[in-house]
Antibody, heavy 125, light 109 residues
Framework: EEQLVESGGDLVQPGGSLRLSCEAS????????MNWVRQAPGKGLQWISY????????FYADSVKGRFTISRDNARQSLYLEMNSLGAEDTAVYYC??????????????????WGQGTLVTVSS | SSELTQDPAVSVALGQTVRITCQGD??????ASWYQQKPGQAPVLVIF???NRASGIPDRFSGSSSGKTASLTITGAQAEDEADYYC????????????FGTGTKVTVL
């Protein structure tokens, strides 16, 4: 069974740091691009970061660029999100999601076909 | 960044048809995908690449697109379809990035 399991969410003080993990199983992790998506309490989904299977290409949303770092360890089938300088606005459930690319009508994009259950990060003093 | 706008909430009678729309400039260029999220659960892929159903999704769900509007249609809505629905496409200012729609709460009466 294909599965993603996040961990590492916690209560952290403003300005603090936290590292999230996402362990994959049941599929070829090393050939799969991955993403982090978050959802603040009672709010919508927000995409925050992407990494290719090899780890050589990485993108970030402007809201986390310079503070968050996405990485992966294919030998451990794991994806990570290092979060620094956390603020109240970072309080959210964080999901990892597998990326699947496609091309349609002359342009290419991707979608998220497998999601973890999420891990809660609360930033508060 | 760019925005994808959805109606905040829609309701549909059991067995009837409802269409959820997603508007944004990026839809003209990049096909949308749709996700269903029930309370306390992770999102689930429903439609990808504009009009392809994900594995295990009933055929009452369908997707379409015209101009700057993508649509998700539920034909013969069931009680279990009550959920939040989000569209997803690309950021028009930086097409390497994703952007989600604002979300639509679907209530089945």
């Amino acid at each position: 069974e294909e599965q993603l399991v996040e961990s590492g969410g916690d209560l952290v003080q403003p300005g603090g740091s936290l590292r999230l993990s996402c362990e994959a199983s049941g599929f070829s992790f090393s050939t799969s691009a991955m993403n982090w998506v978050r959802q603040a309490p009672g709010k919508g989904l927000q995409w925050i970061s992407y990494i290719t299977g090899s780890g050589t290409t990485i993108f970030y949303a402007d809201s986390v660029k310079g503070r968050f770092t996405i990485s992966r360890d294919n030998a451990r089938q794991s994806l990570y999100l290092e979060m620094n300088s956390l603020g109240a606005e970072d309080t959210a459930v964080y999901y990892c999601a597998r990326d699947r690319g496609f091309c349609s009508d002359g342009s290419c994009s991707s979608y998220f076909d497998l999601w973890g259950q999420g891990t809660l990060v609360t930033v508060s003093s | 960044s760019s925005e994808l706008t959805q109606d905040p909430a829609v309701s549909v009678a059991l067995g009837q048809t409802v269409r959820i729309t997603c508007q944004g400039d990026s839809i003209r260029t990049y096909s949308a995908s749709w996700y269903q999220q029930k309370p306390g659960q992770a999102p689930v892929l429903v439609i990808f690449a504009k009009n392809n159903r994900a594995s295990g999704i009933p055929d009452r769900f369908s997707g379409s697109s015209s101009g700057k509007t993508a649509s998700l249609t539920i034909t013969g809505a069931q009680a279990e379809d009550e959920a939040d629905y989000y569209c997803d496409s690309r950021d028009t200012s930086d097409n390497r990035l994703h952007v989600f729609g604002t979300g639509t709460k679907v209530t089945v009466l």
